[in-house]
């Protein structure tokens, strides 16, 4: 997939512990045979460390930099110490076809809302951003499609199928 402009951005989103990372990391795998570039960006609700303190970038943190990097022949870690950018952590991933946030129920993008049974009984976003319910549940919404939490390969076809509508707009 090339991409045409900015990355289409999905939130995935639905309360604490109703599958969101698994059902991401389910996904990527047929992303990544389908030839779209993927970033995930993932809220955390409490704080973190942002690097383990006995690690050289931990202790350059410890000690007062206001962020470090980290590279090797394959990967790049960043850390900085300043309030969380949102739009400016998309702009990080401008070869990426889409970038996926988990979280950000709150949030104006557009969304997948995950209801797992026995975690949550109810839709918590705004239906106004929803795409999809995706749910193990009977749980429906007047006009948005239900898809199955079971079903990781149905997820991330109806996203590349989002991905297409947009990209052919």
Not at 4 to 22: E, I, L
Not at 23 to 42: D, E, S
Request: proline share 9%.
């Amino acid at each position: 997939m090339s991409v045409a402009s900015k990355p289409t951005v999905v939130a995935v989103s639905g309360v604490k512990n109703s599958g969101k990372t698994t059902l991401i990391t389910a996904m990527l795998p047929y992303f990544h045979r389908a030839g779209v570039q993927v970033a995930v960006i993932k809220h955390d609700g409490h704080t973190f460390p942002p690097d383990p303190p006995n690690t050289d970038t931990g202790r350059y943190l410890q000690a007062g930099a206001m962020g470090a990097a980290i590279y090797d022949g394959e990967t790049t870690k960043v850390i900085w110490r300043q309030t969380p950018d949102l739009p400016g952590l998309l702009e990080l991933f401008p070869q990426a076809d889409l970038i996926l946030l988990e979280g950000g129920k709150h949030s104006p993008w557009p969304k997948l809302e995950l209801v797992r049974a026995g975690n949550s009984a109810q839709s918590v976003c705004d239906p106004a951003t929803l795409l999809a319910l995706v749910t193990d549940t009977t749980l429906c919404l007047p006009g948005i499609p239900t898809l199955s939490l079971n079903d990781p390969a149905g997820v991330a076809d109806f996203l590349m199928k989002y991905l297409e509508r947009g990209r052919s707009t």
